[in-house]
């Protein structure tokens, strides 16, 4: 088997509710695979069953997700920034309301006041894995 050359990783705070923690990362993953220039990078394969049915544009590459708390995740983000690690995060002003009162409250919060609920990189293996790993495995 091959190595890969990049990694998918998402932390999501501990400290979220099973549901709070799928909306983080449903947000977070359609955000990043949309801003994916080159798709063929994530290795999207068709998985075909024995009865050929098709189990379309599932990524080869293992989704390791991981938790930490809001500061943990804050520090990451700017560790993913500094080495050019495409990412998408989510924070606390993203949720309740409409989208509009979630980018007004967004606008109105300084960074030190945000509640990180998660965040996903997808980058190269070795710096994503340095980058993340102190981090548990959610569960």
């Known amino acids: 088997m091959e190595a ?7 932390v999501l705070n501990e400290k979220m509710e099973n549901g709070k ?26 998985y075909k069953d024995k009865d050929g049915n098709n189990h379309d544009k599932i990524s080869e590459i293992p989704f390791i997700v991981l938790k930490a708390n809001s500061s943990k995740i804050r520090g990451l983000r ?3 920034i500094a080495n050019n690690i495409e990412f998408a995060d989510f924070t606390h002003t993203m949720v309740e309301g409409t989208y ?11 960074d030190e006041d945000m509640e ?17 790993r102190k981090f548990s495995v959610w569960k």
């Open 21 to 46: 923690a799928l909306n983080t990362l449903a947000h977070i993953a359609l955000g990043l695979g949309a801003s994916i220039l080159n798709k063929d990078e994530l290795r999207l394969t068709n």
């Open 78 to 80: 700017k560790a993913v």
């Open 100 to 110: 509009e009162d979630q980018i007004k409250r967004s606008v109105e919060t300084k």
């Open 116 to 132: 990180y609920y998660g965040i996903v990189m997808f980058g190269d293996w070795e710096i994503v894995s340095e980058l993340t």
């Open 4 to 10: 890969f050359a990049k990694k998918l990783v998402a």
